[in-house]
């Protein structure tokens, strides 16, 4: 079982990026997505969530500037990210459920500054 996230890097404020993470080894299109974040010293945050029957939903901090959306084809789930905010700046992990299944990306890290 693998989950590999790319697409992070740095951003100006105003500015947009679209994570994906990419899976392998077990059956995708039967799983829920998610992506949560994490600053040094804090707890990881849940961002958003698709289920595997496309229905998605967002933290209140990103409602309006990010989308959640799957790819059950190519067995990737992205983010995309529009009008970042410096508070936005953390690592940013996938992770598939399918209860009992936890699966975790590796994280790729979102920097915004100017």
């Known amino acids: 079982v693998q989950l590999v996230e790319s697409g992070g890097g740095l951003v100006q404020p105003g500015g947009s990026l679209r994570l994906s993470c990419a899976a392998s080894g077990f059956t995708f299109s039967s799983y829920v997505l998610s992506w949560y974040r994490q600053t040094p010293g804090k707890e990881r945050e849940w961002v958003a969530v698709?289920?595997?029957?496309?229905?998605?939903y967002y933290a209140d901090s990103v409602k309006g500037r990010f989308t959640i959306s799957r790819d059950n084809a190519k067995n990737t789930v992205y983010l995309q990210m529009n009008n970042l905010k410096p508070e936005d700046a953390a690592a940013y992990y996938c992770k598939a459920t399918m209860t009992p299944n936890v699966y975790w990306g590796q994280g790729t890290q979102v920097i915004v500054s100017s």
């Open positions: 698709i289920g595997s029957g496309g229905s998605t």
